[in-house]
């Protein structure tokens, strides 16, 4: 037989590895904004538009999709090709998918900081974006799948079945997460409410971690670091086994994001249980990833690229610890809602996601323009600096962490709480915000040391844009595979492979998610809890379009602590009209869950206008555009019509008499604020969310809980 | 007090036990066969990705 000749585009692995780079330094810097921004809250610029609420989500989608989106792109576009030996499929389905993916960037580059958010978290973008996303992700796996189809390779190395877990995954996680009911073209109201909102958006929102930043860089890393260490995986039964268990266990594991909130016990007990066992496949994959270095770890003192790699794999093994540990309940029950997690976050994020990314580019980029890394001082800089940028970002986050969850436990003796005002916990870890920027910043700037060299790199060699390769076409099988293992026929069918994959990754989902949804016991409803008033649903749009969820949560746990602290802890039938549920993951400030009633309009009104007239030292940033800004009532009627679609239950007709209301209790805020000498107009966005916030936790106080049953 | 947020389905226990034989029967069965897998055909499968580049003659090893 002949062998054939082909090329392997590297043209598209380039392009995908420069836009790494550029949405890199972009993501990094908008999150060192925010990170400044919550000392000094001045560093919004006085600006809506950059400020904390609205951008913190602009570094996450940044970091999350678009430096790490494109980084897989390019691993999984320079790995596939090789392993299958094969161009990829379709250069224009490359070319569609190359840029719709920075199209949609741009995008949400765009909308999140206009306000335009459907508030669940690394979920923001609305919904034509979503869209897009969907069909961007179909071209995706067109060119993937045609690939594996037109191979010469028989066999699908495990890398390969990472890379289609990912595929079908995540296919499955947005469409279920992005089921949206659309109110204008940039606004739309999540179909589930509540509990139920809760569990899809943290199935979802665990699994991107398990999805999008695990198993494609563990495909990543079972093709690179075997090329880098010039030697084998240690065990590839290993890899086997780690593959078939992390998808399998990933997926349950969502609930322990839940834990003390409403969600029923079983579904957080099963979240706890899953991800306990998830240390071992994790570890599985670390130990297996550190082993394939035996014998070479005198390379890693001179190799700047197994440097990355050895922390990269470390602090996957930390977080994948660490992960469990937190979801232990004893200990959530501290660590939840501080900067404990966010430290955690980023022990992954910084460590796992992005070393391994530096390290693919700085042993990817020489190999396809032909020639030597520019600066290895430069490189080993990067890798010092970056090492360091993680210490000191993550460890006075732990601190921070750990000392704010304490302090907001602590009684005294007589049994009062120590320290009953939030703030004076806040205030206790500035110093550690202060720290925490200063190592992003020591990160960030590795990242830009890494883009200089690179830059140079480039300019000194040429891209070898097809590179020729020649490999033997595939033979029809011989007899004897006729006789093989049911495993080893599945490993080369692709298709099966992904339907056996989607099977695994179902069954979680559908044991953990279809009792919350199907069973009206889970959410026992409470007759007093009643839908909004046309005026708080405007007035919650805008606490969703400003990102307060950033920092509010809405749910009070079962712990004496916090009922002292907020009020009566939060029961699940509150929740039935929040389309969408808006607890929250962290408390930067107080929970808001009971908030209604507190103070008075003109208390609100004045920490709105600036938040350290009322609360000295406050880091809450000034909404002062809220008393400029007028409140638009003609999406009044699309929002009630589109709520009661969604089974909430406003009278038929109330649609086209809802702004007469709400121009009434508008006008009832207005007077209570004049006479405590506060001039405003009733039409202004303020008197909105003023009105949202007086109704925050009043329903239930003097109800009765009515089961369904 | 807690006994709002432990509320559940009936027979929630049920629940976590058939999710637990799930997983039990699933890893017994991706061992077993783990166990079954031939020496010849990991150590081919591991060295797909050194391989990839003995198959072109244009290329120099950098």
Redesign the interface.
Known sequence: MQSEKFYYDNKIVRDFGIATVIWGIIGMTVGLLVAIQLYHPAANMGNQYTTYGRIRPLHTNAVIFAFVGNAIFMGVYYSLQRLLKARMFSDVLSKIHFWGWQLIIVSAVITLPLGLTTSHEYAELEWPIDIAITLIWVVFGINMFGTIIKRRERHLYVAIWFYIATFVTIAVLHIVNSFELPVSSFKSYYLYAGVQDALVQWWYGHNAVAFFLTTPYLGMMYYFLPKMANRPIYSYKLSILHFWALIFIYIWAGPHHLLYTTLPGWAQSLGVAFSIMLIAPSWGGMINGLLTLRGAWDKVRDDVVLKFMVVALTAYGMATFEGPLLSLKQVNAIGHFTDWIIAHVHVGALGWNGFLTFAVLYWLIPRIYKTELYSKKLASFHFWIGTLGILFYAVPLYWAGFTQGLMLKEFTAEGMLKYPSFLETTLRIIPMYVMRSIGGAMYLLGVIVMAYNLLRTMLQGKLVSNEAAEAMPLAPLQPEHQQEKWHRKLERRPIQLMILSLIVILIGSVIEIMPTLTISSNIPTIASVKPYTPLELQGRDIYIREGCVNCHSQTVRPFRSETERYGEYSKAGEFVYDHPFLWGSKRTGPDLAREGGKYGHSWQYNHLMDPRLMSPGSIMPAYDWLIDQKLDTTTTAAKINAMRSLGVPYAAGYDKIANHDLSKQANEIAEGLSKDKIKVASDKEIIAIIAYLQRLGTDIKASKTVNNN | ??K???????G?QV??I???G??MV??IV??F??I??KAN??????????A??N?????KQ?
């Open positions: 007090m807690f709002q947020f432990i509320s559940d389905i009936n929630d629940y976590l058939i999710s637990l799930v997983f699933f890893f991706v061992t066969l783990l079954r897998l055909y990991t150590s081919y499968m591991s060295d797909l990705p050194l990839d580049e198959y072109n003659p244009e290329n950098l």
